[in-house]
């Protein structure tokens, strides 16, 4: 016969107390009694894979590509923004909600403010790219004897980067400066944020200057004074030493 | 169509940590609580655990544990000439969103104020005349004393488990700890935590320059530790992941780690969460709550009508709902009569980069209060008269953080890019070091709050407006800082030193910190202040407003401890004097 | 009169006498008897009846909560004192035969979701208690139809083949030569403490394997460890101190009581009286130690490798490089029946899906683990899983991959 039981449905379900008998709003999240709890429950992040764009053209990462790896340039000692996967990174990013600021507040009206006043720009990231790079692609073009971006020399790639930087080039219909700064702030964040977001790929960018990654224990270094830590850097979602070989 | 709930004895706006404080000591008098708080319930294992919470990216840049713009957010401009423009983004600030609210992402500096900051006009006064004082400067004496809150202090450090040394133990000055604090009546209930390299070395320079550095008082503990209420805590592990970022190991204090495991097997207490408050009803002589108007997460509006209702949100949003709901005189800074957005304040912050050769600091073990400071420049506690300014602050080698995205610093002039960029990324990661003055602010008749003439939220209602910006004597008091920090930084022997005073105008697209304060003071008088000393509304007696909201201008410290300490005086109050006599507690 | 003392008084004359029925039945009736109303509300609050017969959200012990078995659900009877539909009409031996002997009124066979192949060691005397104290409840008018299984496990008269095999019915017998703080701890397990029924092995029929007594056994994807006197699997690394704050609090320095043992603990055992915990920390201790000692796994093993990987950057933050935890807060990893357990499928299940301790009134922090189902492939949870249970002078046996992979579907299915 039956095995005599299973102690019903477990604490697994939220401890929420039996509630007040009087009218409860159906539509709010009430806490009485205990601590919620599921099993299973929180958000971690979603692991990028490799793919095709999700925003992205083809003209457009391409162009992306080489912008980050002259940003961030390859080296001997460390890949360059393209490798560690900066493009991707950013590709995701924009296709996601920073892409479209859905977090912000974007009401009208917009107005330019005061440097002080923060951004007021109603272009989001992903408007921001799209209209930058097809801008930046019409000056290359116009510059550069028919060639996009991707196909100009390291040194007439660099030229142009700082042009957007400082100033001298003008870019028609979007603002040179804002899409420099943006894609620069945005190659940075990929080169060092967690791999799972498909940037920093072998965690290259944290090797680099020496950072440990996703760590939460240095108790046993607090007081090692001028000592390198010596373990590799981890990533939310591990390191090569947790496979067994 | 507005629904109407069962009264309950006690409505709470905001359940981060004052909520969490009033709903506790109240629950415990017998009332019946209702917290009603516009973000999600946050727990430890489920929100911020320690497989996903170290992810820089996302809290720290992309910030996701912080209210969203979009659902509500100010606007800014620097003085009355301008227009002023929406927050769309957040910088200077950070506000919080959610159960335990700034509690959560809080950095745990705990700290008391000096006893000179609570009659600071009487004392600045007495001390240099008036002489000092500029005529368009509103600081006020707060109508209670440090000796008045020293108990409650107590028993906020005492809550959270505080790590520390104390400096004045009743009057008889302890050595390792702060010389310059007010008398507490016994030591931190958790020794101080372990220091890295950095503020080792600092502190060593410090001393040979005559000051007098201490541990930082923290609220990532040192060691496990119960609190009164039977909660557990446990020992930080230097993790680097505090300031915007949840504990995921029980070990920063904040409501969950303190208060809310007791709290919420009360009978008595029930949360509603995603849940916004919109509205303090009055009733039709304006002074009296009836209780709190809500929308829920289905958009449907209902009145949860309550004996007393505690506004107990974020500094800025407190004001905001003063205003909305009509309840105090709006400020107007032209003819300087109101109260509801008067004296505003922030803080002052400056920094001092230095880079080594021959040093490792490791910056990624870090707490966010871990650090060595000193005092000998905060407050009144130096003599003001030949600087031409008042105020002043702490400073330290403070060691937060090392993440890479936003830690990666590189000497001036280094090419923001490219292979140099890369080679000075690399090379000065663990060899650099940035330490920080944490400056006070006072108020002005300038500096104010109110309602956008133009923005509004997505309920229709307008949005607060800011009016702010830095003074000489704050730019004077931060140039001051900043040399002196810069004097002890020097003495640690970098071979390159970049001081970073603190310059106007004020910036609301940089962050330096979420210490907004003021808007609906506390003080003895009704005509420049909205709380009487225990933060009652001098207007609406049954409505008691917690927060930095009530100070009248800010100190040179990190105002979460003097938040904590008012929540238990005002708590104190409401059980021992209102509950038993409802009505004003000082005759105005 | 000390309870505990009143408990040992009751047990001599439960055992030996049969004329005290009648006292005992006048004493049901009597609604003045306080004493054995109270006795009662305790022992329900022992054999932690409200745990199947309050159904969640429902009026106390009105019945309806589903109770699930590998056959079916059971929906637990209404034991209100409504005449209807709950036990208001019974008379006494209807209750001390549906409580002791598995009959209920007119001789209905229950099933052993109903444990009273356990309950059948409480005297009389106490089973009557539970009736004076149900007795003072709310009638609550609430029909509950019990058998929900299906064809032909709904067959009830089948039970009399199964109590033939597998039940054994008798009051409890006190042994000779044991304390009488002994004997107290051993009418609490084996009585209304049913602790045998998650902490007992079952053969393939749901019979107890009586010769793995309290050995550990599985339920639906919880092992119940140990309480043998085992020092690696068992209650053999704790003291009695331990035990008695485990059962009262859910917690001790070394471990945190979670999964179906949070409701134990906060519905039953915390409310218990500390002599009672004693006497059961004393029997428990007095339980041999049986099975031979696992060889540990060498530090070498590739497993143990990764394993060590995994914890370092993983699991230290809370159970702390030396495995020792935090006490009350985290679990110690090193010693203990937890990590040691000669099946692992709490373990996995924790790691799993993450899992909150118990809160009580004196200890309310409840500290909770984090999921690692998205975070850690089998392979991982495996290996981590055997490099805690093999460290710092641990011993058990590995744990696979595919255990790990079994366990993902068994909780997916739930």
């Known amino acids: 016969m039956s095995t005599p039981m299973h102690r019903r449905e477990l604490l697994a379900g939220t401890a929420l107390c039996c509630l007040v008998a009087s009218i409860v709003p159906a539509e709010a999240r009430i806490v009485a009694g205990a601590l919620p709890w599921q099993p299973s429950a929180g958000a971690p992040p979603t692991q990028v894979r490799p793919g095709p764009w999700q925003f992205f053209t083809p003209e457009e990462g391409a162009a992306v590509e080489a912008i980050v790896d002259r940003l961030i340039p390859p080296d001997p000692q460390t890949p360059g923004g393209k490798d560690a996967g900066c493009a991707v990174f950013i590709d995701r990013q924009l296709a996601g909600a920073y892409g479209d600021s859905r977090a912000l507040y974007m009401r009208p009206p917009f107005m330019d403010g005061a440097p002080n006043q923060g951004p007021q720009s109603p272009l989001t990231p992903a408007m921001r790219y799209r209209q930058g790079l097809a801008a930046l692609d019409k000056y290359c073009r116009g510059a550069f004897a028919g060639k996009p971006f991707a196909q100009l020399s390291d040194e007439q790639k660099d030229q142009v980067l700082t042009g957007l930087e400082k100033g001298p080039i003008q870019l028609d219909g979007a603002s040179a400066k804002g899409l420099f700064e943006h894609i620069l702030n945005n190659t940075q964040e990929g080169f060092f944020a967690d791999p799972v977001y498909g940037g920093n790929r072998d965690m290259v960018g944290w090797k680099m200057v020496g950072f440990p990654g996703a760590r939460y224990d240095y108790r046993d270094w607090v007081e090692r004074h001028n000592e390198r830590f010596p373990l590799p850097p981890v990533g939310i979602t591990g390191r090569p030493d947790w496979l067994a070989h | ?588 | 009169m000390r309870r505990a003392a009143l408990l040992g008084l009751l047990l001599v004359t439960g055992a030996c006498s049969s004329d005290a029925a009648s006292d005992n039945e006048s004493m049901t009736r009597d609604r003045q008897n306080f004493e054995t109303i109270e006795r009662g509300r305790y022992l329900a609050t022992v054999g932690d009846c409200a745990a199947c017969h309050t159904d969640t959200g429902g009026k106390p012990y009105a019945g309806g909560r589903p109770v699930e078995t590998p056959f079916g659900n059971l929906l637990a009877s209404n034991l209100t004192p409504d005449r209807e539909t709950g036990i208001g009409a019974w008379s006494d031996d209807d209750f001390v035969s549906a409580v002791r002997q598995g009959r209920s009124r007119g001789g209905v066979r229950l099933y052993p979701a109903m444990p009273y192949v356990y309950y059948t060691k409480m005297s009389r005397a106490d089973v009557l208690a539970i009736r004076a104290y149900l007795a003072t409840l709310e009638p609550v008018h609430h029909q509950v139809t019990s058998n929900q299984l299906p064809f032909p496990f709904s067959i009830r008269a089948s039970m009399a083949v199964w109590n033939a095999l597998f039940f054994t019915p008798g009051t409890f017998k006190p042994v000779a030569g044991k304390s009488a703080e002994w004997n107290a701890g051993a009418y609490l397990v084996e009585g209304p403490g049913h602790c045998g029924a998650c902490h007992t092995a079952k053969n393939f029929l749901g019979g107890d394997k009586r010769s793995r007594t309290l050995e550990g056994g599985v339920l639906q994807g919880w092992y119940s460890p140990n309480l043998t006197g085992d020092k690696r699997a068992g209650l053999g690394s704790w003291s009695p101190d331990e035990i008695v704050a485990y059962l009262k609090s859910g917690h001790n320095d070394a471990a945190a009581a979670t999964g179906p043992m949070s409701e134990v603990v906060a519905d039953s055992t915390s409310q218990m009286r500390d002599d009672d915990l004693r006497a059961i920390a004393a029997y428990l201790k007095d339980q041999p130690a049986t099975g031979a000692e696992p060889s540990r796994v060498a530090a070498s093993d590739p497993a143990m490798r990764a394993g060590e990987a995994i914890y370092v950057d993983n699991c230290a933050a809370c159970h702390a490089m030396s495995g020792e935890g935090v006490a009350r807060l985290f679990p110690a990893l090193k010693g203990g029946p937890a990590t040691q357990s000669a099946d692992p499928t709490s373990l996995i299940r924790v790691v799993l899906q993450g899992a909150r301790s118990v809160a009580t009134e004196g200890a309310p922090t409840g500290p909770a683990m984090p999921a690692f189902d998205w975070k850690l492939s089998d392979a991982q949870v495996a290996s981590v899983l055997t490099y805690i249970r093999n460290s710092w002078g641990n011993a058990a046996a590995a744990v696979s991959a595919s255990d790990v992979h079994r366990s993902r579907g068994t909780l997916a299915s739930q």
């Open chain 2, 1 to 588: 169509m507005t629904r109407m709930l069962p009264s309950t004895d006690v409505v709470i706006i905001g359940l981060g940590w004052t909520g969490s404080i009033l709903a506790h000591e109240l629950t415990s008098a017998g009332m019946n609580v209702v917290a009603i708080e516009r973000g999600p319930w946050r727990d430890t294992a489920t929100d911020f655990p320690p497989t996903y919470a170290q992810d820089e990216l996302r809290y720290h840049i992309r910030h996701d544990l912080f209210l969203r713009p979009a659902q509500q957010t100010f606007t800014f401009r620097t003085n009355t000439n301008q227009t002023a423009l929406p927050i769309r983004t957040w910088g200077s600030f950070m506000p919080p969103n959610g159960v335990g609210g700034g509690g959560v992402h809080w950095n745990a500096e705990t700290w008391r104020f000096l006893p000179s900051d609570f009659r600071l006009r009487s004392h600045l006064t007495e001390r240099y005349g008036r002489k000092l004082l500029p005529d368009d400067m509103t600081i006020q004496d707060w109508g209670v004393t440090y000796d008045d809150l020293e108990p409650y202090y107590d028993k906020f450090e005492y809550l959270c488990g505080t790590s520390g040394k104390a400096g004045n133990i009743k009057g008889a000055k302890q050595a390792g700890g702060n010389p310059y604090e007010g008398p507490r009546s016994r030591d931190y209930p958790t020794p101080p935590q372990k220091q890295p390299y950095a503020p080792t070395l600092f502190a060593k320079a410090a001393r040979e320059r005559g000051y007098q550095p201490f541990p930082q008082p923290s609220g990532n503990l040192s060691e496990a530790y119960t609190n009164p209420l039977g909660v557990t805590l446990g020992p930080c592990t230097y993790c680097g992941f505090c300031e915007w970022f949840g504990c995921g190991n029980y070990s920063k204090a904040s409501p969950q780690t303190t208060i809310l495991p007791a709290l919420v097997r009360r009978a008595n207490f029930t949360a509603r969460t995603e849940c916004e408050v919109v509205r303090i009803e009055l009733d039709k002589s304006g002074k009296r709550a009836t209780g709190v108007t809500y929308v829920d997460s289905s958009g449907k509006e209902w009145m949860q009508p309550a004996e007393l209702v505690l506004l107990c949100a974020f500094q800025l949003f407190n004001v905001h709902l003063l205003l909305i709901s009509g309840i105090g005189k709006r400020y107007d800074p032209q003819s300087g009569q109101g109260v509801i957005g008067r004296n505003y304040s922030y803080q002052v912050t400056s920094s001092v980069d230095a880079y080594f050769d021959d040093k490792n600091f490791n910056p990624f073990v870090a707490s966010g209060a871990i650090g060595m400071c000193i005092d000998d420049f905060n407050g009144d506690n130096f003599d003001h008269g030949p600087h031409g300014f008042v105020g002043g602050g702490y400073m330290g080698a403070v060691q937060t953080n090392g993440r890479p995205i936003l830690g990666t610093r590189v000497p001036k002039g280094t090419p923001a890019w490219g292979a140099e960029w890369k080679k000075a990324a690399a090379k000065n990661y663990l060899s650099s070091y940035s330490s920080a003055t944490h400056g006070s602010c006072y108020s002005y008749r300038d500096a104010f709050l109110d309602l956008d003439p133009t923005y509004t939220d997505r309920h229709g209602r307008k949005l607060l407006r800011i009016t702010f910006d830095f003074h000489d004597n704050e730019l004077k008091m931060s140039q001051y800082l900043t040399e002196r920090l810069g004097e002890i930084v020097q003495q640690m022997g970098p071979h390159t030193l970049e001081k970073k005073p603190r310059k106007g105008p004020y910036n609301i697209g940089q962050y330096q910190t979420t210490h907004t304060c003021g808007g609906a003071v506390m003080g003895s008088n009704p005509k420049t202040s909205a709380l009487n000393r225990y933060l009652q509304s001098w207007d609406v007696p049954n409505l008691f407003v917690m927060g930095a909201t009530a100070f009248p201008q800010n100190a040179g410290y990190n105002p979460t401890g003097t938040v904590g300490a008012l929540a238990y005086w005002a708590a104190d109050a409401i059980v021992n004097q209102y509950l038993k006599n409802p009505g004003a507690l000082v005759q105005s």
